[in-house]
């Protein structure tokens, strides 16, 4: 089991979740309603999967984070995180691409962590560069 999971939207992390951080009572129980939602099937890939397997309730939950993100509902984003990373202990990313057109893509990578990023900045236009 990887200690920490990365959400990253096009590229760029947005959330980092550390298993090692133990969840509260409220948060586990929260989790475990969302699990017994999907108990009663969930809508999938235009169709409703009545009895969902594993991976079929995490492409669903990430499908829920992705657009939670990208509409700014924190409190959705952590719940649907925490269910990923507690759930899913062996997926270390998931790769949100919102492409221009309104297409959302979502990938679980289980096999690799997310290597370290360098925030680059560069000079606005018309200012001075120092050295």
Request: charged share 30%.
């Amino acid at each position: 089991m990887s200690e920490k999971m990365t959400v990253l939207v096009n590229g760029i992390a947005q959330v980092e979740y550390r298993r090692d951080v133990p969840l509260e009572e409220r948060q586990r129980a929260y989790l475990t309603k969302m699990d017994a939602q999907m108990d009663n099937g969930i809508p999938l890939d235009g169709e409703t999967v009545d009895q969902p397997d594993r991976l079929q309730r995490a492409r669903y939950v990430a499908l829920t984070l992705a657009e939670a993100i990208l509409q700014d509902r924190e409190a959705e984003t952590a719940a649907t995180c925490s269910w990923l990373a507690e759930r899913i202990p062996d997926l270390q990313q998931v790769r949100i691409d919102a492409g221009e057109d309104g297409q959302v893509r979502v990938e679980l990578i289980f096999d690799r962590p997310l290597e370290n990023q360098v925030k680059v900045q560069f000079p606005m236009p018309g200012e001075e560069t120092r050295h």
